[in-house]
C-alpha cells in the first residue's frame, strides 16, 4: 500500500465517521464551515507525502496523513464541546428565579446585532463562516450572569458586509439587564428598545456602533468608548437626555440639536420632568456621535 492510497483511505473514512455523527445529532453540521477552511492543510499532507515516498523515511509521508486527520477531529471534537448557536439555537429557558442580568459580549473584530427575545434568557445565531461562540452563564443568587465572546477565526475567502455575516444574540425583554459591548474594531447594531436596559458600556475602537433605546425602564446609563468609532444613538421622542464628555466638536453638536451645557455636561430642556431619563457619558477621546429620535 503506497501513501497515497493510504491517504485517501484515511480522508473516507474520516468523512463517514464525520457524517454519521452529523446524522446522529452528536455533531452540528456548521462544523463543517471550520473543517473546509483547513483545505491548505490537505496541499501541504500531499506536499510531505510526495517529498518522503520511496525514501528511507517513507514513515513520515503515512504519518503527515494521520496528522491531517488528526487536526480534522480536533476542530470538530472543539464544536462538540463549544455552544451550538447556528440557525435559531437558544439559551437557556427563562427562569422564575432569575430578576436581573449581567451580560459581557466580546466581539474583537467581528460584528454584532443585538436585539431582544422574550421566550429565552438568551440566544445567539451566527452565518455559515463564523464559528459557535463561547459562552459562560451561571447564577448568582437571583441574578443571572451572562459572558458571551466571539471566536476570530481566519477566512480564506469572504464576501459582502462585514454585518450581514455576524453573531447575532437576543437578550430577555423579561427581567433588567447590565450590558458590556466590547470589540476592537467590530460593527455592532444594538435595538435595545424592548430591552430592560438598565445600564449600557460600548467600547469599539474604530467601528459603527448603532445604538436604539427605548421606554422599557425609567432610567439607562449609556457609557460609550472608543477614540475612531462612529456612534449612532436612535432614542424616543422627548426623552430626558444628558451627555457628559467627549471633544469639543461633540460640544458644538450638541448645542445644535438644542441641549443646554453647563461645562462638560449637556441636558433636554425639561430634563428634570421628563422619562425616561438617558445619562450618556461620552470618554474624552470620542469625536463622532449622532443622535436621532424615534
Same mark, same amino acid.
Given at each position: ?7 485517501? #483511505? ?10 454519521? +455523527?452529523?446524522?446522529?445529532d452528536?455533531l ?19 506536499? $510531505? ?5 520511496? &525514501?528511507?523515511? =517513507? ?11 488528526g ?7 472543539g464544536g ?5 448557536? *447556528?440557525?435559531?439555537? *437558544?439559551?437557556d ?7 436581573s ?7 474583537? &473584530? ?8 422574550t @421566550? ?11 464559528r ?6 451561571? $447564577? ?15 477566512r480564506? /475567502? ?13 437578550l ?10 466590547? @470589540? ?5 447594531r444594538?435595538?435595545?428598545?424592548d430591552?430592560?436596559l ?10 459603527? $456602533? @448603532?445604538?436604539?433605546? #427605548? ?7 449609556? *457609557? ?9 444613538? &436612535? ?7 444628558? $451627555? ?13 440639536? @438644542?441641549?443646554t !451645557?453647563? !461645562? ?8 428634570? &420632568? ?13 469625536? =463622532? +456621535?449622532? /443622535?436621532?429620535?424615534?
Amino acid at each position: 500500500m503506497n501513501p497515497a492510497r493510504f491517504r485517501w #483511505g484515511v480522508l473516507f473514512i474520516l468523512v463517514g465517521v464525520l457524517l454519521l +455523527l452529523n446524522n446522529m445529532d452528536r455533531l452540528d453540521w456548521w462544523v463543517w464551515a471550520d473543517i473546509l477552511n483547513l483545505w491548505p492543510l490537505l496541499l501541504i499532507a500531499i506536499g $510531505v507525502e510526495k517529498i518522503f515516498t520511496r &525514501t528511507r523515511v =517513507q514513515i513520515v509521508a503515512y504519518l503527515s496523513s494521520l496528522a491531517l486527520a488528526g487536526v480534522v477531529i480536533w476542530v470538530a471534537i472543539g464544536g462538540m464541546n463549544a455552544y451550538s448557536a *447556528s440557525g435559531s439555537d *437558544s439559551g437557556d429557558m427563562l427562569d422564575s428565579k432569575i430578576n436581573s442580568l449581567i451580560s459581557r459580549i466580546d466581539m474583537k &473584530t467581528n460584528s454584532l446585532r443585538l436585539g431582544g427575545t422574550t @421566550g429565552h434568557l438568551f440566544t445567539t445565531r451566527y452565518g455559515s463562516r463564523f464559528r459557535a461562540p463561547e459562552v459562560d452563564y451561571t $447564577v448568582d443568587g437571583s441574578t443571572g450572569k451572562l459572558t458571551i465572546t466571539d471566536r476570530q477565526r481566519w477566512r480564506w /475567502i469572504h464576501f459582502g458586509h462585514r454585518l450581514s455575516d455576524g453573531l447575532n444574540i437576543d437578550l430577555t425583554e423579561a427581567v433588567p439587564i447590565r450590558l458590556t459591548c466590547e @470589540g476592537e474594531s467590530a460593527d455592532m447594531r444594538l435595538d435595545c428598545r424592548d430591552l430592560k436596559l438598565e445600564e449600557l458600556t460600548v467600547a469599539s475602537e474604530s467601528g459603527r $456602533v @448603532g445604538i436604539m433605546l #427605548g421606554r422599557a425602564v425609567d432610567r439607562t446609563k449609556v *457609557s460609550l468608548k472608543g477614540a475612531d468609532a462612529d456612534f449612532r444613538l &436612535t432614542l424616543p421622542a422627548n426623552c430626558a437626555l444628558r $451627555v457628559e464628555g467627549g471633544s469639543a466638536d461633540i460640544a458644538r453638536f450638541l448645542n445644535r440639536i @438644542g441641549l443646554t !451645557g453647563s !461645562g462638560p455636561v449637556f441636558t433636554a430642556e425639561g430634563y428634570d &420632568t421628563l422619562s425616561p431619563k438617558i445619562d450618556v457619558d461620552l470618554s474624552p477621546d470620542i469625536s =463622532q +456621535l449622532t /443622535i436621532d429620535y424615534f
